[in-house]
């Protein structure tokens, strides 16, 4: 499939890019030679758009892909590439995001990012390492402070956009009562069965581009469920416009205005996942796809302590 084929949104900063993007976390990491064969063969079918990040572990692959891609010939130039990475939560305090930022380049091998996100807005002890920690290593997030930074990345060039991920509408709300530069984008947990009406219509009246994780429900991850991809309304929609699930859930989300950000490391449904673009759902189909069960799939309960900055779940995703 020609890259020209995926269409593009203007964010807020004016920079363009791919409504679709390849996610390059999963767990448990493959080794090096394959994630590089994966990223590759990504570039090669048409994916120009890649969301990584410091906590993922595979920036230095994905650089790595992205050398090769240009070695090959599969690309011309860097610019043809949108990638994504985030600064993860035992950087998100001031001081720290800078640096961050430019230890992610140094392992993508890149001068610059197209977009930099805060991963959570949480703060954990800088020696915690993985998602092993005690509930004390939660600690108090530095919003205004954080952001700060974030601006800087931006005024420096080391990152084209900047803007958030996880933030529900509170959270959203407080960043830019104090922001300088709005967020680009908020990158959230986003699917048929968690359909996150509130938030895109806070944001589309804010200016703010929103992209979607999980996009399949995440099965077979640590977390997630079924619940997309086992939905007989989904199902009953594929049979009739003969597409696939994944097809149908990820067109939804592209009709909502939203990026969704796929994972697949199979060459077959890299190139099913691209399919999205030249066909639409029809007003019935939308219709049903509103009767859909709703359920998050990530509940973030690692983050919520009784000694820590949230004492629930909701205090998180406010």
């Known amino acids: 499939m020609k890259p020209d084929i995926v269409p593009e949104v203007v964010l807020n900063s004016g920079h363009k890019m791919p409504m679709l993007g390849f996610g390059t976390g999963t767990v448990p990491l493959p080794p090096p030679h394959e994630l590089i064969n994966a990223f590759t063969e990504a570039i090669q079918v048409g994916y120009r758009h890649f969301d990584t990040a410091a906590y993922y572990g595979s920036e230095e ?3 790595k ?3 090769l891609a240009l070695e090959q010939g599969l690309i011309q130039s860097r ?4 990638v994504t990475t985030k600064l993860w939560c035992i950087d998100a305090h001031p001081g720290l995001v800078v ?3 430019k230890s992610s380049l140094e392992r993508l091998g890149l001068e610059y990012v197209d977009l930099y996100l805060i991963h959570f807005p949480v703060r954990l002890r800088q020696e915690v390492k993985g998602t092993i920690y005690n509930k004390d290593d939660i600690l108090p997030f530095d919003m205004k402070g954080t952001w700060e930074d974030m601006e800087q990345c931006f005024k420096l060039g080391l990152a084209k956009s900047i803007g958030v991920s996880n933030f529900g509408v509170k959270k959203l709300s407080e960043l830019l009562q104090n922001a300088i530069i709005p967020p680009a984008l908020v990158q959230v947990e986003m699917n048929a069965a968690w359909q996150q009406e509130n ?6 009246e804010k200016g703010i581009h929103v992209s979607a994780w999980g996009p399949l429900g995440a099965n077979g991850a640590v977390w997630g469920s079924l619940a997309v991809m086992s939905s007989p309304i989904l199902k009953d929609i594929a049979f009739t416009v003969d597409k696939t699930v994944a097809q149908v859930a990820l067109r939804w989300i592209v009709e909502q205005g939203a990026t969704p950000i796929v994972k697949s490391f199979n060459p077959k449904r890299m190139r099913e996942n691209l399919n999205i673009f030249d066909w639409e759902l029809s007003e019935d ?3 049903k796809t509103k009767q859909i069960p ?3 799939g990530f509940n973030g ?3 919520v302590s009784e000694i820590g900055p949230y004492k629930t779940v909701e205090d998180l995703w406010g």
Do not use: M, V, Y
């Open 294 to 296: 709703q359920h998050r």
């Open 79 to 82: 610019s043809e590439i949108f």
């Open 61 to 63: 692959t994905l650089g």
């Open 199 to 204: 938030l895109r219509g806070f944001c589309k």
């Open 65 to 67: 892909a992205i050398a």
């Open 285 to 287: 189909d939308l219709e």
């Open 99 to 101: 640096p961050a930022l």
């Open 301 to 303: 309960e690692r983050f």
